[in-house]
């Protein structure tokens, strides 16, 4: 893992990177005008590099994919800010879209591969555990990569630094969400997982862990 990494990336700026371990290396990049984060996984093995949230800025997008051959784009949920660009990259690249089904019809291209829970991404000879998370909106789905020298969670809008994702006032989305984050992340990951969520700066589980109570309690 690169030392130097942290994760702090800016509109304009470059990508932060980072060894995951087990030869799957990421680099995170920031675009568009909400600041989304788009992540690239590439395995060493093969060259091959999945795409986390074709958020926008597809020019952006491609030159940091640069000649690297692009199998798959999962989008984390169905907002239109984590999919601006999924059009023009899945017409660049060829790449299959993915999505949990309960997100797929709003998306501007056909989901080939729908993602449920513990289904399992391929990104050349790494695996990464579909985890569907209710609330934000009825199919989000966070990535596991566990084969590393720590875990490493993709969380889309589900999870944040701070607090659980946006449920926009509804107390009964809040309440699944948190139960969802609670029961599937914090319960049975460890402390030291680190997580990289759709917009701002990463996190750990363990760093977030002793406020969960709080985030219950003020219900967003």
Not at 127 to 153: E, F, K, N
């Amino acid at each position: 893992m690169a030392d130097d990494y942290t994760g702090a990336v800016t509109v304009g700026g470059p990508p932060d990177v980072r060894d995951l371990g087990g030869g799957l290396r990421l680099a995170k990049v920031a675009v568009g005008p909400y600041d989304n984060n788009c992540y690239f996984l590439k395995c060493a093995d093969t060259g091959d590099v999945l795409l986390i949230d074709a958020a926008h800025s597809p020019d952006v997008l491609l030159g940091v994919l640069d000649e690297d051959r692009l199998k798959r784009i999962v989008t984390t949920h169905q907002h239109p800010d984590h999919w601006a660009a999924l059009p023009e990259m899945v017409a660049a690249t060829g790449a299959p879209g993915a999505a949990h089904p309960q997100d797929a019809e709003p998306l501007p291209v056909t989901v080939t591969e729908p993602l449920n829970d513990g289904d399992v991404v391929q990104v050349g000879s790494h695996r990464l555990s579909v985890i569907h998370l209710v609330g934000h909106t009825p199919g989000s789905v966070a990535l596991l990569y566990s084969d590393g020298d720590r875990p490493h969670l993709f969380t889309g809008d589900s999870l944040f630094p701070g607090g659980v994702g946006n449920t926009f006032g509804s107390k009964e989305n809040f309440e699944q969400l948190f139960h969802d984050v609670v029961a599937k992340l914090f319960d049975k990951l460890p402390d030291e997982t680190w997580f990289y969520p759709g917009h701002g700066n990463d996190s750990t589980l363990g760093a977030e862990r002793p406020s969960l109570d709080e985030w219950h309690e003020r219900g967003w």
